[in-house]
C-alpha cells in the first residue's frame, strides 16, 4: 500500500505545525509568570524645595552591614537625578565623604536629625558642608535579595545531540528606603519607600531561555522619579501609595 505524497507532506507540516505551537505555548506560559510588581510609599513632611545654587548628595547608611544599599544603586539614583535639561545639582558621595571625613564614616555618621545637629555643632563642620552647597542629604538604606526560586532543568547528550529540558523560576525583591534631610533646617522632609519584586523565568526546551526580571533597576528608575518631585515640588506632592504592576 503506497501512500499519497500529497498526504504525506501535509501530515509532515502539521506535524511541524503542532510541535511549533507546543513550543510557543511552553514559552509563553513562563513568560506570562515573568514581570516586575513595584510600590513606592512616598511620605512629604515639609514644602522644602531644591533651590538655585542648592546641590543634594545621595549617601548608602552604613550602619547595617546586612542591608547597606549597593554602591551601584546609589550612583544610579544620583546620576538619574542629574541627567536630563530639568536635572538636579547634584554633589558626588564619594568627594562629600572624603571631604567631610571623618563625620559621615561609618562609626561616626548622623543616624538622626538630632545627631546631625549636634554634628553640625562642632567646631567647622558646618562651614565644610555649606563650602559643598549641599542643601539636601538623600539616605538610601536596603538591599536586592533572592527571596525564593524553584524548578528545574536538565540536560542530556546522546547519539542525536543534546539538549535540555525544563523550567526554572527565582524572585528577587528589591526594598529601599530613601530619608531626605534639609540641611538647612536641621529636619527630616520625608521618606520614600519602595518594593519591587521581579519574577524570572527559564524555559529550557533543547536550549535554556532566560527571561529575566530586573528589580533593581525598576527601583532605581522609581526612587528617582519620586526623589525628583519630591525635592521640586513645595505643595500637591502625591503621598498616596503607588502600586505599579
Not at 524553584?150 to 542525536?160: H, K, L, Y
Amino acid at each position: 500500500m503506497h501512500r499519497h505524497p500529497v498526504k504525506m507532506q501535509r501530515l509532515s507540516i502539521n506535524a511541524r505545525i503542532g510541535r511549533n505551537s507546543l513550543i510557543l505555548a511552553a514559552i509563553a506560559l513562563p513568560l506570562a509568570a515573568c514581570g516586575i510588581t513595584s510600590r513606592m510609599e512616598p511620605y512629604k513632611r515639609t514644602d522644602a524645595v531644591v533651590n538655585e545654587g542648592d546641590h543634594v548628595v545621595v549617601l548608602a547608611r552604613k550602619h547595617h552591614a546586612n542591608h547597606e544599599a549597593e554602591a551601584e544603586f546609589v550612583d544610579c539614583i544620583s546620576d538619574g537625578m542629574a541627567r536630563g535639561s530639568d536635572g538636579i545639582d547634584m554633589y558626588s558621595s564619594t568627594e562629600f565623604e572624603d571631604r567631610m571625613y571623618p563625620w559621615f564614616e561609618p562609626s561616626t555618621a548622623p543616624l538622626s536629625t538630632d545627631d546631625l545637629t549636634a554634628l553640625l555643632e562642632r567646631p567647622g563642620v558646618l562651614e565644610q558642608v555649606e563650602d559643598t552647597g549641599v542643601r539636601f542629604v538623600v539616605w538610601l538604606d536596603g538591599s536586592t535579595d533572592r527571596v525564593s526560586s524553584g524548578g528545574g532543568i536538565t540536560c542530556a547528550a546522546g547519539v542525536g545531540g543534546a539538549g535540555c529540558m525544563g523550567l526554572a523560576w527565582w524572585e528577587d525583591d528589591a526594598r529601599y528606603d530613601a530619608t531626605v534631610w534639609d540641611i538647612q533646617e536641621l529636619s527630616s522632609a520625608g521618606t520614600i519607600h519602595a518594593d519591587v519584586k521581579g519574577r524570572s523565568v527559564m524555559p529550557a526546551i533543547i536550549v535554556p531561555l532566560p527571561f529575566i526580571a530586573r528589580p533593581r533597576a525598576a527601583a532605581c528608575r522609581g526612587l528617582t522619579e519620586q526623589l525628583r518631585e519630591f525635592l521640586t515640588t513645595p505643595e500637591g506632592f502625591q503621598n498616596d501609595n503607588l502600586e505599579l504592576g
